[in-house]
């Protein structure tokens, strides 16, 4: 890259001015560009031949300041470059490249807009900047896109950039989950891969070919339309080895909670609450671990056998005096069963149930556990057990949409003695009393109820 890279104290570099008065009006947070580096630049810093909409970009580590930002008020400039600093502080580079890795490519500009609105809302307090030209609204975008009129503050406590994106994207939604269908019952469900995968907690299937563009859905064609006048500024960056991205995601919390603790109502973030909380742990990872946990062979104590210790001794102590019987152990147990419910009054979507049965055919095959799926609504309308190798949900249509009752789900579970059972469903409706097993609840994330018993995961 062309360019001369400048630390915040050194003058020449063109957000300097900018710089200097958001360290004066908010202290702490506009400090956060001491951490980042700045750099001029003539041209696109990767592509000299490709247009940078915005005058100032970043690629998660790096300010890019164009020649057309010097000719901008100052208040337009403190804006963009405030704009940038939260971009490279609340890693949307970096996070975009780790959601790419668990759903497949994403589409840039869709990712682009959705921090972008967060990012506006959160400066828009301000009366010391300006945001920037075609700046995009996140009311305005959470109204045309899903239908929702909420306040600012309540929007910025309940959308993170992660899950705002993933209820806009509903580009080729048919054929993905049709095609993410076929995956989870057909050769890559039985061949045994995903044993050999590593356990990160992303899915690391093959994804859909990027040379044709997935159509857009309703949501993300009215997201195109609200980011037709937005600029383009998160230029690709590297992808970070897994330790160095949770260090650098670790720091970067701690640097954002005292500088907005110490800036009060000046602050950069205002109310932004979903956006900069610690990163959820990928719910493949809590799946695999409390399945672990409720599946394995666990060693039990043998009556019919000695210890290995008591052998060794002949069960005699050093002076010869009898040891009293020591049991051994064993490692056989009966085979652990799972069980599955499924709610098919329609709060799962089908990409969410194929990423789910994906996970559970791999813990399937590794524990060689029996599994049962009930499926119902108001009650149970269909019951079988699925063998290693099969698939979890097949193509049968199930008639759903009564409504939805827990309760004789999970007694037909009960009568099967579980080691665990998973639900899918959004627990709108009545679940009764704590069951003698334990649950886990998988609930999409726009499930407000809370939970009843048991754990919660949050399918993402």
Sequence with gaps: MNGTVYQLDADGHRGTA??????????????????MQHRDVEVHPDDPHAALDSPVANDGLT?????????????????????????????????????ARQVGPLD?????????????????????????????CLQDLLRRTLGIDASLEASLQRWDTESLYRAIDDRGQAGRSARNNERDGGTAADSGDDDARPATGTDTSPVPDTATPLPDGPRAEAARECFRTMQTDLLPGSREPVESAERNAREWRERLGRAHAADGVQSLLRALGADRQPARTPWQLHLRTRLARALNHEPELSWSRPSRSWLANRGRTASGRRLPWEPGTTGQR????????LDVSGSVDGVQLAGFGREIARVQRLHRADLWLIIGDDR???????????????????????????????????RHRPDLVIVLGDLDGPVGEAPGFPVIWATPRSSEVPTPFGIRLWLD
């Design 18 to 35: 900018a710089v200097r008065r958001l360290v004066e009006y908010a202290p702490s947070t506009g400090a956060l560009a001491l951490w």
């Design 63 to 99: 300010l890019y300041y164009l020649p057309a930002v010097t000719r901008l008020p100052l208040r337009e400039q403190t804006g963009l470059v405030a704009h940038q600093v939260l971009h490279v502080a609340l890693r949307h580079v970096a996070r975009r490249e780790a959601l």
């Design 108 to 136: 840039d500009r869709l990712w682009n807009g959705v921090a972008d609105a967060i990012v506006n809302a959160s400066l828009s307090h301000h009366d010391w900047l300006d945001l920037p030209a075609g700046a995009v």
């Design 334 to 341: 009966s085979v652990p069963r799972l069980v599955i419910l």
């Design 380 to 414: 149970v309308r269909d019951e079988r057990c699925v063998r290693v190798g099969q698939p979890l949900f097949d193509a049968r249509p199930v008639a759903g949409g009564e409504g939805t009752d827990y309760r004789p789900l999970l007694a037909a579970a009960a």
